[in-house]
């Protein structure tokens, strides 16, 4: 079945520093979304890529959709400690009435103000 | 807020006990989902109900089922509970107008003693 994989698993920055997390599929994506999910929160949807090489900025994050759809970025600049938890990247079933989406396992940031 | 409701908050209860989880989805969501999310595995995906009928299942255990009403709203029934079910169980809609970004409900917190 469909595989998705984010790494780093953990990331620890001092305020000010940018940060990045990578995400990979086993399988070519129709879409690729980012969720956020604060400490003690619920995940929260932050964007969703479609196109191929799409580049999508949201502030001080930039995500980026990989030219075979099969990898995914997500850059935050000038790290906040708001910007603290951890960040899931996850890819859509195979459409129909099946939404189904395959979770990373995600990327917990923390930020050392 | 994310529309996507759940109840209770908290649940305490002892081993081999069963309890049910309920969910309300946004307005004109037809798709529920729901996710166990425990500290070391992260978001596991355990069946999604689309319409009233099961569309997809996960990593669900027997002992656990779910079933989706007419008025779409879920419930998530686990029995025979063990000290290892103790999680976050997540509820999640979609279906409404982006149809596959998933918006996820406060969760229930599960202690089982």
């Known amino acids: 079945g469909q595989q998705v994989m984010q790494i780093p698993q953990y990331q620890h920055v001092q305020e000010g520093e940018d940060f990045t997390t990578y995400c990979n599929s086993s399988t070519t994506l129709s879409n690729i979304q980012w969720y956020k999910q604060r400490p003690g929160g619920h995940p929260v949807f932050l964007i969703q890529l479609v196109k191929s090489g799409e580049v999508k900025k949201q502030k001080r994050l930039t995500f980026q959709f990989g030219e075979a759809k099969k990898n995914s970025s997500l850059h935050i600049t000038a790290t906040q400690t708001t910007d603290v938890g951890t960040y899931f990247c996850?890819?859509?079933?195979?459409?129909?009435?099946?939404?189904?989406?395959?979770f990373g396992k995600g990327t917990l940031l923390t930020v050392n103000p | 807020d994310s529309g996507v409701t759940q109840t209770p908050k908290h649940l305490i209860t002892a081993t081999g006990q069963r309890v049910t989880l309920r969910c309300s989805p946004r307005s004109g969501d037809l798709s529920v989902y729901w996710y166990q999310q425990s500290l070391d595995q992260g978001l596991q995906f355990l069946i999604q109900?689309?319409?009233?009928?099961?569309?997809a299942k996960g990593n669900i255990l027997e002992r656990f089922s779910a079933q989706q009403f007419p008025d779409l709203h879920s419930e998530l029934n686990l029995s025979s509970l063990e000290l290892g079910d103790s999680a976050l169980y997540f509820c999640?809609?979609?279906?409404?107008?982006?149809?596959?970004?998933?918006?996820f409900g406060p969760g229930t917190r599960l202690t089982v003693l």
């Open positions: 999640a809609s979609s279906g409404g107008l982006h149809r596959d970004t998933q918006y």
């Open positions: 996850a890819g859509p079933g195979s459409g129909g009435s099946n939404y189904k989406l395959t």
């Open positions: 109900y689309y319409n009233g009928e099961e569309r």
